[in-house]
């Protein structure tokens, strides 16, 4: 079984400062790990995702995360961050087996002016 | 644009009466998948299609059915909405089975 934890359900940050959501996943085979944003009464947009390579993945908006295996972790950062990146995000898992994508609870950005 | 596309946006029905949301894909993707997300909460998967293969989550409740008669489309059918049915709806596809999922913009479910 696949378990994904958000261990910050709001991280409320100011304009400009630099911003890291925390994400660490457990799972008993390989992994498959992304970061989706949500914006408000909208679907989920894929920011960056991690199938096999470089542990450093960067996305869009300027976000980037790091894979790391032994911590179990996909930490999504941002140096800077703007009004527009307030929205929940969102960490998952899947693995290349089920095909099933495990989500965490989210964790809303809000910027702060 | 290749899309997931979701209609209707917004969807009211009353307690009880059958409504069906639809979600339609020209990304010519194998897999379409239903998620229910409730405020505040991660999307829960209902139930998945891999071509015709239908895959039903264990814990999705009977109340709902899904159909998808062509690759392009697949319908969410609520039999008898509850009040705790109310949530938005979100339709994804993928290639291949633990791929990248493309979400739609969702459908937000009220229930009178």
């Known amino acids: 079984a696949q378990s994904v934890t958000q261990l910050d359900s709001q991280v409320p940050v100011f304009e400009e400062a630099p911003v890291e959501l925390r994400c660490n996943y457990s799972s008993s085979v390989s992994v498959y790990l992304f970061w989706y944003v949500q914006y408000p009464n909208q679907g989920l947009q894929l920011l960056l995702k991690y199938l096999s390579g470089s542990t450093l993945v960067k996305g869009i908006n300027g976000f980037e995360a790091e894979f790391n295996k032994s911590q179990t972790s996909f930490h999504l950062r941002k140096p800077s961050v703007h009004i527009s990146d307030t929205a929940e995000y969102f960490c998952a898992v899947g693995d290349t087996g089920r095909r099933a994508l495990t989500f965490g609870s989210g964790t809303r950005l809000q910027v702060q002016p | 644009d290749a899309m997931v596309i979701q209609n209707p946006r917004y969807q009211v029905t009353q307690f009880g009466k059958p409504v069906t949301l639809s979600c339609s894909q020209t990304l010519n993707h194998n897999v379409m998948y239903w998620y229910q997300q409730k405020s505040s909460q991660a999307p829960k998967l209902l139930f998945h299609?891999?071509?015709?293969?239908?895959?039903n989550e264990a814990d999705t409740p009977d109340n709902f059915q899904s159909r998808r008669p062509n690759t392009s489309f697949c319908f969410l059918d609520i039999r008898s909405p509850g009040l705790g049915d109310a949530a938005m709806y979100l339709c994804a596809t993928s290639r291949e089975s633990g791929g990248q999922r493309f979400f739609g913009p969702g459908t937000r479910l009220t229930v009178l």
């Open positions: 299609y891999y071509d015709k293969d239908f895959n």
